[in-house]
């Protein structure tokens, strides 16, 4: 097969997965009651940025856990301090945006840094602005969907393009 056609097969059987995989997490993560399923399709960038390694799933839904966890600490710790919000923003981003590295840079085999500090930003985005009584099963619902980028979207609509293309070009 010539490589023009081999690229149009990759390219179609990609876009049919994307536009049949994530729809369906978009409608069914709303009937579960996780609130943030969009939040799946940032992880799943992230899973195909790092290029669709399966065996790297395992730490980028690590990091991706860690990182809500660091979100709801961060949010407690800000949320406890008396200095003035800029403050309080600095010295927590500080300190533990260096702690995630440190970790995540001595434990390369079980945690992907990008994905914990990326989880981080995510988990901030959403929760920040609440206190941490009114969290509530945030952090459950932006974990789910977490997950659900990386295993469901990133791996499965790989797997799900890599079968069709090898029906399509027998």
């Not at 809500?68 to 600095?90: G, H, K, N, Q, R």
């Not at 500080?94 to 945690?111: C, D, H, Q, S, Y």
């Amino acid at each position: 097969m010539d490589e023009k056609k081999l690229k149009t097969i990759n390219k179609l059987t990609l876009a049919l997965g994307i536009a049949l995989m994530p729809p369906i997490w978009a409608v069914l993560s709303a009937h579960i009651g996780v609130t943030t399923g969009a939040v799946a399709l940032i992880c799943a960038g992230l899973y195909v940025a790092n290029g669709n390694k399966r065996k790297d799933a395992f730490k980028i839904s690590a990091g991706f856990l860690l990182g809500d966890l660091w979100a709801v600490i961060a949010v407690w710790v800000m949320e406890t301090m008396p200095f003035s919000p800029d403050a309080e923003l600095y010295g927590t981003l500080f300190v533990m945006g260096g702690l995630a590295v440190l970790i995540g840079e001595t434990l390369p085999k079980w945690i992907f840094t990008p994905s914990w500090l990326c989880g981080w930003a995510i988990g901030l985005t959403i929760m920040d602005p609440m206190k941490v009584a009114d969290i509530g099963t945030l952090p459950i619902q932006i974990g789910t969907a977490m997950l659900a980028g990386v295993i469901y979207v990133g791996v499965g609509v790989d797997a799900f393009q890599k079968f069709l293309i090898k029906k399509l070009t027998k």
